[in-house]
């Protein structure tokens, strides 16, 4: 009895501290004492598909769960990504490609930093493509990208990707301009005609690829304008973060809009089966980095033929004597 009277008045004074306490505290010690697994990360939720619209889809997701957490669930996943670029190397017929491009700030260099730390360092390439060089403007827009292209068995990170053909350059395109493209003489030649048909050249090439065995995978980081201004604020502030901070950041923020059009139209028209767009809510970076894991290594599980070869009869049948031969040196 004196038990069961305890437990009520505990529950009764629980109640009382309840009623007192605003809805946001209580939500608050739920989360730090209830919630003990991460939201189940289901894929489809962030892949593009038909025609999506960015102002409707969130830029901030926590996945129930502390940094962290998020920090511990992404060391395992990574680890399992090491492993399977290990396998695909042995199996030396599919290569990986993923295009990362997202809004200054997003987050696109510490995910890499994050998402690939447990590769064999030989197994995984970054490239960042910048400005392009007079020798890349000597060729045309996809040039740069098909020579960077990974080889079969490692994994390529494009770091802004091929799709600034038709996002930086929209937004302005007085740069296309430099392309010295028969027939174009000045801006006003560069009508929606051309951008038709840049999209159709990036999804064959695309297409291309897929059917010669890379694994496309394409990432648009989706930060929010005001978490931007945030992380623009904390580079000015931090002395160590200043080196980050360009003016040139303002002057393409002010065409947040443009640039927000240009990724929800290039998204809609080259979003594939083969080479899929995922809209990753990109304002916590830790939960950013999870999910782009996460759908990595769910999507790559599915490529069952991906083993480990298996060794010649030949070899079967000596590997005694072979370790006999080493031994006795």
């Known amino acids: 009895m004196g038990k069961s009277h305890d437990l009520r008045d505990f529950m009764e004074r629980y109640a009382l501290f309840s009623s007192l306490i605003c809805e946001e505290e209580l939500q608050r010690h739920y989360k730090l004492f209830y919630i003990h697994h991460m939201k189940n990360i289901d894929i489809k939720e962030y892949?593009?598909?038909?025609?999506?619209?960015?102002?409707?889809?969130?830029?901030?997701?926590?996945?129930?769960?502390?940094?962290?957490?998020?920090?511990?669930?992404?060391?395992?996943?990574?680890?399992?990504?090491?492993?399977?670029q290990d396998i695909m190397y042995a199996h030396d017929k599919y290569s990986v490609l993923i295009c990362l491009q997202g809004m200054d700030t997003s987050g696109k260099d510490s995910l890499i930093r994050e998402v690939f730390k447990?590769?064999?360092?030989?197994?995984?390439?970054?490239?960042?493509?910048?400005?392009?060089?007079?020798?890349?403007?000597?060729?045309?827009?996809?040039?740069?990208?098909?020579?960077?292209?990974?080889?079969?068995?490692?994994?390529?990170?494009?770091?802004?990707?091929?799709?600034?053909?038709?996002?930086v350059t929209r937004v302005h395109p007085a740069y296309i301009l430099g392309e010295h493209i028969p027939g174009i003489h000045g801006v006003d030649d560069i009508d929606e005609v051309f951008w038709e048909k840049r999209f159709k050249q990036i999804n064959d090439f695309e297409q291309h690829l897929a059917q010669n065995g890379t694994i496309i995978f394409k990432f648009f980081l989706h930060l929010s304008k005001e978490e931007q201004r945030q992380r623009l604020l904390r580079r000015l502030a931090l002395k160590e973060k200043n080196w980050k901070f360009s003016s040139g950041d303002l002057k393409e923020r002010a065409l947040w809009d443009k640039y927000q059009h240009c990724y929800e139209d290039a998204i809609n028209k080259t979003s594939r089966k083969h080479a899929p767009w995922y809209v990753i809510p990109a304002d916590n970076k830790e939960a950013a980095r999870v999910l782009v894991a996460e759908i990595l290594l769910q999507e790559l599980t599915k490529y069952k033929d991906v083993v480990e070869p298996e060794l010649d009869e030949e070899t079967k049948l000596n590997i005694e004597s072979y370790k006999t031969q080493l031994e006795n040196e």
């Open 47 to 84: 892949r593009a598909e038909g025609n999506i619209q960015l102002n409707s889809r969130k830029t901030n997701e926590d996945l129930q769960a502390s940094e962290k957490q998020l920090k511990k669930y992404l060391r395992k996943i990574r680890v399992k990504l090491g492993k399977f």
């Open 118 to 167: 447990d590769f064999n360092v030989r197994g995984v390439e970054v490239y960042s493509f910048k400005v392009p060089t007079d020798l890349e403007r000597s060729h045309d827009y996809l040039w740069r990208h098909y020579i960077a292209l990974p080889a079969k068995g490692k994994f390529g990170v494009f770091n802004r990707t091929h799709y600034e053909n038709v996002l």
